[in-house]
Nanobody, 124 residues
Framework: QVQLVESGGGLVQAGGSLRLSCAAS????????MGWFRQAPGKEREFVAA????????YYAASVKGRFAISRDNAKNTVYLSMNSLKPEDTAVYYC?????????????????WGQGTQVTVSS
């Protein structure tokens, strides 16, 4: 069982930056692929980024590539999402998710555990 708690969301102007954190419980954090997803009002949840268990491989949605960076610190049981050059269309609730196993997933149903979400609002 893994419990995930996100933090770091907030209100930022377009062009600004935020860093989200997701703290995980449990001693086997390094055994999980970690992902970030987001859901904007009236829209379906979408994949944002994922990172392999070792942190050696990262994956991004086309809409955030080059602006967002996912990273993890297995010693701290934490995964991060650094977001730069934020746009109003990045406004959403951002969710951290964990997937057991080695294969990275890009769909929400592939993940086993979810955090409660943190709101990110980008004003124009």
């Amino acid at each position: 069982q893994v419990q995930l708690v996100e933090s770091g969301g907030g209100l930022v102007q377009a062009g600004g930056s935020l860093r989200l954190s997701c703290a995980a419980s449990g001693r086997t954090f390094s055994a999980y692929v970690m992902g970030w997803f987001r859901q904007a009002p009236g829209k379906e949840r979408e994949f944002v980024a994922a990172i392999s268990w070792s942190g050696g491989n990262t994956y991004y949605a086309a809409s955030v590539k080059g602006r967002f960076a996912i990273s993890r610190d297995n010693a701290k049981n934490t995964v991060y999402l650094s977001m730069n050059s934020l746009k109003p269309e990045d406004t959403a609730v951002y969710y951290c998710a964990a997937r057991q196993g080695l294969r990275v997933g890009f769909e929400g149903h592939e993940y086993d555990y979810w955090g409660q979400g943190t709101q990110v609002t980008v004003s124009s």
